[in-house]
């Protein structure tokens, strides 16, 4: 059997490093590849973007010659949407599509944005909520030169998910599992919204933490990730 690709997308200031620990504990069948965009990490001198759908163009654009073999695609929170605007776009242009989406930390897209913008807040402002949200090292949070760094690209990526705009389209073929942090400001409400955006079944799931609730759990988020996609192949051979 061909190894399965799983594209990693990332979440709101993360780079693909992010990604690292489920690399190190896939196991052989399953290549997990994390993708990263403009801005960051080994591509920091590249312009960032702050649309989704440029950043989905982007993410097609490094990963189009994969997709004619078996992948799945996972995202944490901002990479949750990208993931389902990537999904829609490859159906859309009549690619094959994703064998599954595994989606964490993030509501079902039509769920209406919350009042608080973030890119727009000032410094001190971001800074105490990013605190608050955990997930971003204190070296960072605690250093005004990495600060000046770091601070562009979280704004930027926090513009592009809170200028998304929702539309109504046809659902999905692709079945999803969704997880959310027990401790995170997203309710069983919001988390089966993700029910609404495909026929194929939605799996809504909670692990214990906040937000960044996949720092304590790669090993089983990776396992799960695995588990299903094999048996979704054993189905299709």
Not at 13 to 40: C, D, N, T
Request: aromatic residues 8%.
């Amino acid at each position: 059997m061909d190894k399965i690709k799983l594209f990693c997308l990332p979440f709101a200031g993360g780079s693909k490093s992010a990604y690292h620990p489920f690399i190190r504990m896939a196991p052989e069948y399953l290549e997990v590849i994390p993708v990263e965009l403009p801005g960051r990490g080994s591509r920091y001198r590249e312009q960032l973007l702050s649309d989704v759908h440029s950043m989905v163009d982007d993410i097609l654009q490094q990963i189009h010659h994969h997709l004619h073999k078996p992948y799945a695609l996972y995202g944490h929170s901002m990479g949750a949407l990208l993931s389902f605007v990537f999904a829609h776009r490859v159906a859309e242009q009549g690619k094959n599509q994703p064998l599954h989406l595994f989606l964490t930390g993030r509501e079902g897209p039509s769920v209406p944005p919350r009042e608080k913008i973030y890119h727009l807040l000032d410094t001190d402002e971001l800074v105490s909520e990013l605190r608050e949200m955990g997930g971003i090292p204190r070296e960072i949070l605690d250093d005004s030169k990495l600060l000046d760094i770091f601070l562009p690209i979280i704004r930027a990526d926090f513009k592009a998910t809170e200028t998304f705009l929702y539309t109504e389209r046809k659902k999905l073929d692709i079945p999803v599992t969704v997880i959310t942090g027990s401790e995170e400001n997203i309710s069983e409400e919001r988390a089966e919204a993700w029910k609404n955006e495909t026929m194929a079944g939605a799996d809504i799931r909670k692990l214990p933490g906040n937000h960044f609730f996949i720092f304590n759990y790669p090993a089983e988020i990776i396992e799960m990730i695995a588990r299903t996609v094999c048996a979704k192949m054993n189905v299709l051979s």
